[in-house]
């Protein structure tokens, strides 16, 4: 389709289905203005059709290459006040503006410090489908993603997600547990509060840190944000343990929608962005796979790998 005629046909829908508001928001997860069409939706957004340093991707246990110079990641533990949001496509929590003292994310592959914006959740209707980002062809109930942008060259994410080494991307999978997370139990007991688009819930001193698994090792590689407009510019962090959540939380999830109050239209779950092409980019990882066994000829992984030790049948 060209890009003439499908934004004509977008238009159309969106008179139809009197979808207000400013047409670079009109993007969705399935159909016509789904993963497959971002990139015509708007100019601004062709890296989601022709980028080749894509996100997300399927990671491959076999082919992580050992960094020994990969640091440990650290992301500032103090509490933060924020908002969380149904924007229709995600439910995002966003850090209060107001807020003086921010969440610096540093270390890892980083040569900068990012200042934490933004966390988004992507989460599947079924157990077997949620995150965007899959480890050995598997993906998981849900993935919390923490955006930040470089902080020490540029002003704000719209301006650092443009340019070099603009973003970092902290994934962390998440898998369903007894008893769950603290601190995203702190977020969930606000998505009741936000079941159709454009509502917002306060959310109070909650620790991002918390957030992540108790685990040092992650996989690292640049690759782009997994929303319009696709920036190339992000290096990703994927911890490599998941954190657990309870089925009523992820219940929960499931009930918001993509619509405002007054035209629902479909649930907002399968969230996420299909997985793209390595095109022979690097996954490092600071697992040192050859230490634990003694056999420094002949890597393995089971010991240290936790995604591949454990086989996910979802
Ligand atoms: C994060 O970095 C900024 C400087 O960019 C600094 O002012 C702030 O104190 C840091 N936050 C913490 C919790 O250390
Ligand atoms: C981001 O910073 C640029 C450059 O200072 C500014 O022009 C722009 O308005 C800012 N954008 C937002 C959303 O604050």
């Known amino acids: 389709m060209s890009h003439a005629v499908l934004n004509g046909v977008l238009l159309l829908l969106m008179l139809l289905t009197g979808s207000e508001g400013s047409w670079e928001q009109w993007w969705t997860y399935s159909g016509i203005s789904g993963p497959q069409f971002w990139g015509l939706l708007n100019m601004n957004w062709n890296m989601c059709d022709k980028g080749r340093r894509q996100s997300p991707i399927n990671i491959e246990p076999n082919k992580l290459v050992y960094d020994p110079h990969l640091r440990h990641v650290h992301v500032d533990k103090h509490r933060i006040d924020g908002y969380l949001y149904n924007k229709g496509q995600s439910v995002i929590f966003r850090v209060d503006p107001a807020m003086t003292t921010h969440v610096n994310i540093t270390g890892g592959p980083l040569v900068y410090k990012y200042r934490f914006e933004e966390l988004y959740v992507h989460f599947g209707e079924h157990d077997n489908v949620g995150s965007e980002h899959q480890i050995n062809g598997n993906a998981f109930p849900a993935e919390l993603q923490l955006y930040g942008f470089n902080a020490d060259l540029y002003p704000n994410m719209s301006e650092a997600q443009q340019n070099s080494n603009g973003i970092v991307g902290v994934s962390v999978m998440i898998q369903i547990g007894q008893s769950g997370n603290d601190e995203f139990r702190i977020l969930s007991s606000g998505f009741n509060k936000i079941v159709y688009r454009g ?52 219940l929960a999830l499931r009930q918001l929608y993509q619509g405002d109050r007054t035209l629902p239209k479909t649930k907002m779950a399968n969230n996420f962005r299909p997985v793209k092409a390595l095109h022979h980019r690097t996954v490092r990882t600071n697992i040192d796979f050859t230490t634990d066994n003694r056999q420094k000829d002949c890597p393995s992984m089971h010991r240290e790998m936790f995604y591949a030790a454990r086989k996910w049948k979802l």
């Open 199 to 250: 509502d917002r819930s306060a959310v109070k001193h909650i620790s991002l840190a918390g957030l992540l698994p108790l685990t040092q090792h992650y996989m690292t590689y640049d690759g782009s944000t997994t929303h319009p407009g696709c920036w190339e510019t992000t290096t990703w962090l994927l911890m490599n343990k998941p954190i657990y959540i309870t089925k009523q939380e992820l």
